[in-house]
């Protein structure tokens, strides 16, 4: 159990959109306990906030998006999963488009930005969803579960035809060295076809070999080759770690991931929210009305947690 995490000082990343190939920039900035994650829509001085949570969430099988008060955000995934991966609980982003910046694919950009402003520590307490049941979600052989684990732990597995993947099964024990270490610098990944497909409709502007990891029908067509030999899975988890982070707090139990993707990892989620009999929130704190609205939603659902007199 730990205390709550912002960043020390604002830091800047840019790139462009996978979408939208077009420039695209965010600015990560400290903020007070409680808050979460939150988008501020910067265009125009506009200024609306949307919260980083599984209620605005839009999954598509692309990208996992947010949406509400009129404001959307694509591609979140990759720095959710940086900041979820260096517990990073508190944080303003300020954006200008509609979408994160690709970056290189993986998270490693983000996780460099982090580090080089580094955190402080917060007067409050960090509460964790601990389960207590098992949730499982699934969908023909796609599945997602989550079961009671002392620490929390995630084992995906993958299955492929192809010579490179065929089937990758990853074990993360969740730490932010681990995070750092193995699974942050792993990138996307997509079959030439797919890619070829999307591009002629328009879509994934913005893709190329320097932010893709693309199949060919017996190899990879990037030059440079693989990070891990493993990296699509890695990948795989990384994605996992951003799309529970709408959860909006850390969770100590064990997800078990088979051919998933971002509408399952979502939806595994939601079905926490719907079955609160299965987990409890420790280490908690009074919350006052102007929380974390999800966070506020988690305490709300389990009677046993004290809600400040507002
Ligand atoms: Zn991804």
Request: proline share 5%; with cysteine.
């Amino acid at each position: 159990m730990r205390n709550q995490h912002t960043l020390a000082t604002a830091v800047t990343c840019s790139g462009v959109g996978l979408h939208s190939g077009q420039p695209a920039t965010i600015t990560l900035r400290p903020a007070p306990p409680d808050t979460g994650v939150v988008f501020i829509n910067r265009k125009d001085d506009a200024n609306v906030s949307l919260q980083a949570s599984i209620e605005h969430c839009v999954p598509t099988e692309l990208c996992t998006a947010i949406h509400g008060n009129g404001f959307q955000v694509k591609t979140i995934e990759h720095v959710l999963s940086a900041l979820a991966g260096l517990e990073v609980d508190n944080v303003y982003i300020d954006i200008t488009g509609s979408e994160i910046p690709v970056m290189d694919g993986s998270a490693a950009p983000f996780v460099r930005s982090i580090r080089s402003v580094g955190l402080i520590s917060q007067d409050r307490k960090q509460p964790f969803l601990k389960i207590m049941a098992p949730i499982e979600v699934s969908e023909g052989s796609k599945r997602v579960r989550i079961e009671p684990s002392a620490t929390p732990r995630i084992t995906y597995s993958i299955h492929y035809d192809h010579p490179l993947i065929n089937t990758q099964t990853y074990v993360h024990d969740c730490s932010s060295k681990a995070f750092e270490t193995q699974i942050a610098e792993a990138r996307t990944f997509g079959f030439l076809h797919e890619v070829q497909a999307l591009w002629a409709r328009g879509l994934g502007k913005g893709g190329t070999l320097d932010n893709t990891v693309v199949l060919s029908k017996d190899g990879i067509v990037n030059q440079s080759g693989l990070r891990f030999l493993n990296e699509f899975v890695r990948h795989k988890v990384l994605d996992l770690i951003g799309d529970f982070s709408l959860l909006g707090t850390s969770f100590i139990g064990h997800i078990i991931a088979e051919r998933s993707g971002h509408a399952l990892h979502t939806r595994l989620v939601q079905q926490i929210l719907e079955q609160p009999e299965k987990w409890v929130l420790l280490n908690t704190e009074p919350l006052a009305e102007e929380r974390q609205p999800s966070l506020l939603h988690l305490a709300r659902l389990q009677p046993s947690v004290a809600l400040q007199a507002s």
